[in-house]
């Protein structure tokens, strides 16, 4: 009996936010969606922090001039479960199609630089965080743990994404081509900060992280990049001459890869919004895979293997409660704190390891 691959075709974003305004900008990525869907799209992916736009402040001043923009990115950032959130959860239903939206996540009093998976009937598969915020982006974001580094079964085939500087870190790469991830979602912001004066930050470096993601994992990649558009800059740099110079409009470079590394879309100038489109035929993975396997045929574990603990760290461990008439001495004795533990060993999770499951 013949076996079927998933053939269909995927969209990358390129936009800008509304910066700061978290309705304005659902507005506008529920227009995107309807959009990508209206091509013949299965799936359409964000930007990284897209929602309510990454927070290039960070980068133009020091962390005291920044603290002007706080409390606005924190209250327009998206809480899971939000009336916000159910929005883009309604839309990917209402047009049955898989969104992977990349936004700033409030949880508690704290920020994470977060990817949301929904599939085509509005059902979340997915919430993941950066596992190591890049640089300044450390003074506004917290970090993520190992259950981020996760690859998804979905009718599209198995879904991973990863943020910016994320595809440049070896191990957490190989941790996900070691779960047989097939499409894989690489959200950039923009490649329009320090141009001319760091040369890591710019398009040709990080394009060249994506394209070559594709080829090391033998899947596709969906790169969508966002925007800086003239009313961020004017925003966050006024008439300040240097910080124009620092943050560019533009910065767009949205594309879709194969697994051996061909741009299979047609790039869009860098100032200009919308979408890129591909079609994608997962079937192609077998022919990549047969050559370089590097989690399979292609590698050495007797040489080098990776150490990967999907543990879910949570914050608050509550110990047992004692029993009726215990002493409070013996109940202590009784429950010990928790420990490191190997990696697969469900003692390490504590009792609760329900953060950000479906």
Same mark, same amino acid.
């Given at each position: 009996?013949?076996?079927?691959?998933?053939?269909?075709?995927?969209?990358?974003?390129?936009?800008?936010?509304?910066?700061?305004?978290?309705?304005?900008? *659902?507005?506008?990525? =529920?227009?995107?969606?309807?959009?990508?869907?209206?091509?013949?799209?299965?799936?359409?992916?964000?930007?990284?922090?897209?929602?309510? &736009?990454?927070?290039?402040?960070?980068?133009?001043?020091?962390?005291?001039?920044?603290?002007?923009?706080?409390?606005?990115?924190?209250?327009?950032?998206?809480?899971?479960?939000?009336?916000?959130?159910?929005?883009?959860?309604?839309?990917?239903?209402?047009?049955? *199609?898989?969104?992977?939206?990349?936004?700033?996540?409030?949880?508690?009093?704290?920020?994470?630089?977060?990817?949301?998976?929904?599939?085509?009937?509005?059902?979340?598969?997915?919430?993941?965080?950066?596992?190591?915020?890049?640089? =300044?982006?450390?003074?506004?974001?917290?970090?993520?743990?190992?259950?981020?580094?996760?690859?998804?079964?979905?009718?599209?085939?198995? *879904?991973? #994404?990863?943020?910016?500087?994320?595809?440049?870190?070896?191990?957490?790469?190989?941790?996900?081509?070691?779960?047989?991830?097939?499409?894989? *979602?690489?959200?950039?912001?923009?490649?329009?900060?320090?141009?001319?004066?760091?040369?890591?930050?710019?398009?040709?470096?990080?394009?060249?992280?994506?394209?070559?993601?594709?080829?090391?994992?033998?899947?596709?990649?969906?790169?969508?990049?966002?925007?800086?558009?003239?009313?961020?800059?004017?925003?966050?740099?006024?008439?300040? +001459?240097?910080?124009?110079?620092?943050?560019?409009?533009? &910065?767009?470079?949205?594309?879709?890869?194969? %697994?051996? &590394?061909?741009?299979?879309?047609?790039?869009?100038?860098?100032?200009?919004?919308?979408?890129?489109?591909?079609?994608?035929?997962?079937?192609?993975?077998?022919?990549?895979?047969?050559?370089?396997? %590097?989690?399979?045929?292609?590698?050495?574990?007797?040489?080098?293997?990776?150490?990967?603990?999907?543990? %879910?760290?949570?914050? =608050?461990?509550?110990?047992?409660?004692?029993?009726?008439?215990?002493?409070?001495?013996?109940?202590?004795?009784?429950?010990?704190?928790?420990?490191?533990?190997? +990696?697969?060993?469900?003692?390490?999770?504590?009792?609760?390891? #329900?953060?950000?499951?479906?």
């Amino acid at each position: 009996m013949p076996v079927s691959h998933p053939k269909f075709r995927a969209a990358a974003v390129q936009a800008a936010p509304v910066f700061l305004d978290l309705d304005a900008s *659902i507005d506008k990525a =529920v227009g995107l969606i309807a959009e990508a869907a209206a091509q013949g799209a299965q799936l359409v992916a964000f930007p990284e922090t897209w929602l309510p &736009g990454y927070p290039w402040f960070i980068w133009l001043d020091s962390p005291a001039w920044a603290l002007q923009f706080i409390q606005r990115y924190h209250d327009h950032s998206l809480v899971d479960g939000s009336p916000q959130a159910d929005r883009i959860a309604q839309a990917a239903r209402d047009h049955a *199609i898989m969104v992977v939206m990349g936004h700033s996540e409030k949880a508690g009093g704290s920020l994470y630089m977060g990817q949301w998976i929904i599939d085509a009937e509005g059902r979340t598969v997915a919430r993941r965080r950066k596992l190591k915020p890049t640089h =300044v982006e450390r003074t506004v974001f917290g970090e993520g743990d190992g259950s981020d580094l996760g690859v998804h079964d979905t009718a599209l085939g198995r *879904i991973g #994404a990863l943020c910016c500087w994320e595809h440049l870190q070896p191990l957490s790469k190989y941790a996900m081509y070691a779960q047989d991830e097939q499409v894989h *979602i690489a959200a950039w912001p923009s490649f329009s900060l320090y141009r001319g004066g760091a040369h890591a930050l710019g398009a040709e470096v990080n394009t060249a992280a994506s394209r070559i993601y594709a080829v090391e994992g033998q899947c596709f990649v969906v790169a969508p990049c966002a925007t800086v558009s003239k009313e961020m800059v004017t925003l966050l740099c006024g008439d300040d +001459p240097t910080k124009r110079q620092l943050l560019l409009e533009g &910065g767009g470079y949205a594309g879709i890869y194969a %697994p051996d &590394g061909r741009l299979l879309t047609e790039p869009l100038p860098e100032h200009t919004e919308g979408l890129v489109h591909a079609e994608l035929d997962l079937g192609l993975i077998t022919l990549a895979k047969a050559a370089a396997d %590097p989690a399979g045929h292609y590698s050495r574990p007797d040489v080098t293997r990776l150490l990967l603990d999907k543990t %879910p760290r949570d914050r =608050v461990v509550l110990a047992p409660q004692r029993p009726p008439g215990a002493a409070a001495g013996a109940a202590a004795d009784a429950a010990p704190l928790p420990s490191a533990a190997s +990696p697969g060993d469900p003692a390490a999770a504590g009792p609760s390891t #329900a953060r950000r499951t479906a």
